[in-house]
């Protein structure tokens, strides 16, 4: 069964609004956090490390007021797509890793593909 | 700069067959790295991963082998099936890079039944 548990799998929303994604570590705390984008037919790219009480780490050119992460407890990390455009429309991913205890693998939540009318 | 590569961005094989795929990376300080299957508009699902202090690891149908000198890594498919069928990503890290995962450009898989 997955480990990691995104919400919501689907989302349409208006341009110029908001939309928040949740990624939760399912049976292990998470103290890292990382959430990444798909463009089509293209690698994922990390846009930043979500580190739970403390501010997330940006990738470089990665809008930190626009793509907000909080990393609110060690099994919750959120972001949140601020005022969005068309151009954000994209397929996003958030990971976590597993204790070292445990197998020390990376796992994925099942992706939010979020598009903006 | 591309730290990790997958210079096949597609392969075909025939069902029952051995599948191939290949991955570079540049960066000596990579120490775990990972393979990752990935369907359309889904997550990637993990399949197998290795240590830098190993040169193989094996689980079911799938082997991954890892040649340090050379920077490179495979995985193996035997034999390949039809639900194999997907775009497969090699993925690297290490403890510096805070847990950080690289990941290739992809290849995409088909096997022909």
């Known amino acids: 069964g997955a480990v990691v548990s995104q919400h919501p799998s689907w989302v349409i929303c208006k341009s110029g609004t908001s939309v928040k994604i949740e990624c939760r570590s399912l049976?292990?705390?998470?103290?890292?956090m990382f959430w990444y984008r798909q463009f089509p037919k293209q690698s994922l790219m990390l846009m930043a490390t979500?580190?739970?009480?403390?501010?997330?780490?940006?990738e470089q050119g990665v809008e930190k007021d626009k793509f907000l992460i909080n990393h609110a407890s060690l099994t919750l990390s959120t972001l949140t797509v601020t005022s969005a455009h068309p151009e954000d429309s994209s397929f996003y991913i958030c990971?976590?890793?597993?204790?070292?205890?445990?197998?020390?693998?990376?796992?994925f939540g099942e992706g939010s593909w979020l598009t903006v009318v | 700069d591309q730290q990790v590569k997958q210079n096949s961005p597609s392969l075909s094989v025939q069902e029952g067959r051995i599948s191939i795929l290949n991955c570079d990376y540049t960066?000596?300080?990579?120490?775990?790295f990972l393979w990752y299957k990935k369907y359309p508009a889904e997550g990637p699902t993990f399949l197998i991963s290795?240590?830098?202090?190993?040169d193989k690891n094996e689980d079911g149908r799938f082997t991954v082998f890892l040649n340090k000198s050379a920077k490179h890594l495979s995985l193996h498919i035997v034999p390949s099936q039809p639900g194999d069928s997907a775009v497969y990503f090699c993925?690297?890290?290490?403890?510096?890079?805070?847990?950080?995962?690289?990941f290739g450009t992809g290849t995409k898989l088909q096997v022909i039944p």
């Open positions: 990971s976590a890793r597993v204790p070292a205890t445990s197998g020390n693998t990376i796992y």
């Open positions: 049976d292990f705390q998470a103290t890292t």
């Open positions: 979500s580190n739970e009480g403390s501010k997330a780490t940006y």
């Open positions: 960066n000596s300080m990579f120490d775990y």
């Open positions: 290795i240590s830098s202090i190993k």
């Open positions: 993925a690297a890290t290490w403890a510096g890079g805070y847990q950080k995962v690289t």
